[in-house]
């Protein structure tokens, strides 16, 4: 079979690129979850600050390479570093879920908190995209 020919997760170089990006976004992650402790059972602002944050880098990013090209070269390396490697670890899903069901005290809170991480990760994942055409645009003109 042709090089070109496998999946992007049967390349070597491409499971690097994640890989140098995840251990980059974990870091971060890390960084953020040290400067913004919670105790079980309050607001983790750790959780929102790194998933809005990644949904805004994840709409910018996208929309950027999206408008400058196709998706080859240097432009696939940057999603798989940036994209899949340092946004899939500096974000988490897994801790949301968790501290959904750990503000949720009967009260809805749980509930609200979710919604309102779910509307602002929306929100920020669009105007990153506003900016990642701008940014494209302006490097055009």
């Known amino acids: 079979m042709p090089d070109d020919a496998r999946p992007a997760h049967r390349h070597p170089r491409a ?8 251990a ?11 400067a913004l402790p919670h105790a079980d059972g309050d607001v983790a602002w750790a ?6 944050a990644g949904a805004f880098v ?4 996208l ?7 196709p998706d080859t070269g240097a432009r696939r390396s940057v999603c798989l570093v940036l994209g899949t490697g ?8 897994s801790t949301f879920a968790h501290d959904t069901v750990t503000l949720d005290r009967g009260f809805g809170v749980g509930v609200g908190w ?14 990153g995209a506003v900016v990642g055409a701008a940014a494209t645009s302006r490097r055009r003109a």
């Open 86 to 93: 340092f946004c899939g670890a500096f974000t988490t899903y």
């Open 58 to 61: 994840l709409g910018c990013l």
């Open 15 to 22: 499971v690097t690129l994640v890989a140098l990006g995840g």
């Open 47 to 52: 959780t929102f600050v790194v998933n809005i």
């Open 114 to 127: 979710a919604a309102l991480q779910v509307t602002c990760g929306l929100l920020a994942a669009a105007f």
């Open 24 to 34: 980059l976004g974990a870091v971060a992650r890390f960084g953020v979850a040290e």
């Open 63 to 69: 929309e950027a390479l999206t408008r400058s090209g």
